[in-house]
T-cell receptor, first 118, second 117 residues
Framework: AQTVTQSQPEMSVQEAETVTLSCTYDTSENNYYLFWYKQPPSRQMILVIR??????QNATENRFSVNFQKAAKSFSLKISDSQLGDTAMYFC???????????????FGKGTKLTVNP | DTGVSQNPRHKITKRGQNVTFRCDPISEHNRLYWYRQTLGQGPEFLTYFQNEAQLEKSRLLSDRFSAERPKGSFSTLEIQRTEQGDSAMYLCASSLGPSGGTPYEQYFGPGTRLTVT
């Protein structure tokens, strides 16, 4: 079974600064996908960024980038130029590579509560 | 399209009562997932549908839980004889799929928060 560990229950950062959220995972699979989801207070979860395990290049989406270290099973999220709207719970998630018809279910970590201070 | 919707948003019930939640996915999405999120935890997979067929159920889904997706559109999740341990946020997500490759994005609803007293 796969497990995802987020070791930072809470973090805070000043507006406009950079913050890195950590995630490690455990799997025996070779092909898989990793995700960061954002859950703002009282709002629905949205996808921030995803990484295919077979790709060596780290994914980036505007101010969000990841540091994917496959051998170390590490997948951290860097948020640059933090904004007040980045305040949210951030969840790291794992998905096995789907064979045809596989469930593609997500396995989540416990989350990191990020607060961006003005 | 307005995204995934869930009703009710909040439900308070007494132990032993039955409750039913509804999820309306994005209209063209043929996959629908249910997850449960307890306080301080990430969401945990419960079950998923491909169109109207329920293809996988987690061991978390006890016999008191049942889910349906008639006609492959909306889905309902029923909990019978609720227990205090059922108190949680129940999340629904939908996606296109199966992809056979890079998975399609799962879009989440706002959730139904269940409190069992």
């Amino acid at each position: 079974a796969q497990t995802v560990t987020q070791s930072q229950p809470e973090m805070s950062v000043q507006e406009a600064e950079t913050v890195t959220l950590s995630c490690t995972y455990d799997t025996s699979e070779n092909n898989y996908y990793l995700f960061w989801y954002k859950q703002p207070p009282s709002r629905q979860m949205i996808l921030v960024i995803r990484q295919e395990a077979y790709k060596q290049q780290n994914a980036t989406e505007n101010r969000f980038s990841v540091n994917f270290q496959k051998a170390a099973k590490s997948f951290s999220l860097k948020i640059s130029d933090s904004q007040l709207g980045d305040t949210a719970m951030y969840f790291c998630a794992f998905m096995k590579s789907g064979t045809q018809g596989g469930s593609e279910k997500l396995v989540f970590g416990k989350g990191t509560k990020l607060t961006v201070n003005p | 399209d307005t995204g995934v919707s869930q009703n009710p948003r909040h439900k308070i019930t007494k132990r032993g009562q039955n409750v039913t939640f509804r999820c309306d996915p994005i209209s063209e999405h043929n996959r629908l997932y249910w997850y449960r999120q307890t306080l301080g935890q990430g969401p945990e997979f419960l079950t998923y549908f491909q169109n109207e067929a329920q293809l996988e159920k987690s061991r978390l889904l006890s016999d008191r839980f049942s889910a349906e997706r008639p006609k492959g559109s909306f889905s309902t999740l029923e909990i019978q004889r609720t227990e205090q341990g059922d108190s949680a946020m129940y999340l629904c997500a939908s996606s296109l799929g199966p992809s056979g490759g890079t998975p399609y994005e799962q879009y989440f609803g706002p959730g139904t928060r269940l409190t069992v007293t």
